[in-house]
């Protein structure tokens, strides 16, 4: 049977690495303490307790998933920008490209009697195009309640991001991931996994899903809608960065403010649109030929 490694909360960003790049696939135990998950608990359930349920087999009759937590929801904010989290992010993707954004939030409750979903990679989001070299993706989800093989604990086959694409797992290729609320499940984009089949009667398992992304792809759940600027004006510059209000490289993603008729805002940073009249640092920006050799990489 094919388990998933479980690695203790102070397990270095380079551990993490060595077992994200073997597996694709790993759990961190006791990531956050219980007051932590009390306080996501406590913001979500407004929307949890609504039934609310996915339409299609893909998104599971008997699943709820709400998003917008980084709007919604504070104490997601705080998950988002984790700092161990953001580290692996940054230096698992950073191979393809040169920065991550927050790319999909959101809350999933697998209900009693749920189905297993299919088995897929998330890269499959962006519609096969990708070259498998390209790796677009570190993700996590978060325990809120305990993940039991019995109550949908997502289903993940270890080491099968280095699969030819039509390989299909035996039974026992497969591993849940079982982990206390608290825990964080780590993979890839790549990674073949799925939601688990809830058999229980009663018991609801509740994960919160961050997904980071290279920032040259669009992102999975538009965060200028989900959180659009009235709400982003009142975050954290971090969190506003994060999930997009800040250049991707050299002019991935600027803007020029429409209602600006001194110039004073044209091709600049996102940032801009929170601060009065700050222009972009441009002794950062690269050297011409440098840009140039890039784009030919
Ligand atoms: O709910 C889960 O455990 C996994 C869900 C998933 O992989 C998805 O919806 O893409
Ligand atoms: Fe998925």
Redesign the pocket.
């Given at each position: 049977m094919a388990s998933l490694k479980h690695l203790n909360s102070k397990a270095s960003v380079d551990e993490i690495l060595s077992v994200l790049h073997d597996d694709a696939g790993l759990i961190i135990d006791n990531l956050i303490d219980q007051d932590q998950v009390e306080r996501i608990s406590a913001d979500l359930n407004p929307y949890l307790k609504i039934d609310a349920f996915g339409r299609d087999e893909f998104t599971g009759f008997k699943t709820k998933r709400v998003g917008a937590l980084i709007a919604r929801s504070e104490a997601c904010q705080e998950l988002a920008l984790h700092n161990k989290i953001n580290e692996v992010s940054k230096q698992y993707l950073e191979p393809h490209g040169d920065g991550y954004q927050l790319h999909f939030t959101s809350a999933?409750c697998?209900g009693p009697g749920e189905s297993k979903?299919i088995l897929?990679r998330?890269r499959g989001i962006w519609g096969g195009y990708l070259p498998r070299k390209v790796e677009p993706l570190m993700s996590t989800?978060w325990a809120i309640t305990e993940f039991t093989k019995a109550n949908?604990a997502?289903q993940i086959v270890p080491g099968s991001h280095k699969w030819d694409k039509d390989r299909i797992p035996k039974e026992d290729e497969i591993a849940y991931a079982e982990m206390k609320a608290g825990s964080v499940l780590l993979y890839t984009g790549t990674v073949l996994?799925?939601?688990?089949k809830n058999e229980t009667l009663n018991d609801s398992r509740t994960?919160v899903f961050l997904h980071y992304a290279l920032n040259w792809l669009r992102q999975e759940e538009n965060q200028y809608l989900s959180c659009p600027p009235d709400i982003a004006k009142n975050l954290s510059p971090e969190i506003r960065s994060l999930i997009g209000y800040s250049k991707g490289g050299y002019v991935l993603g600027f803007y020029s403010d429409p209602h600006d008729k001194s110039a004073s805002f044209e091709s600049v940073s996102p940032e801009n649109m929170f601060k009065d009249h700050v222009q972009d640092d441009f002794s950062s920006l690269p050297d011409p030929t440098e840009l140039v050799s890039k784009s030919n990489k």
């Open positions: 999933v697998i979903q897929h998330d989800i949908g997502t996994h799925g939601g688990g994960g």
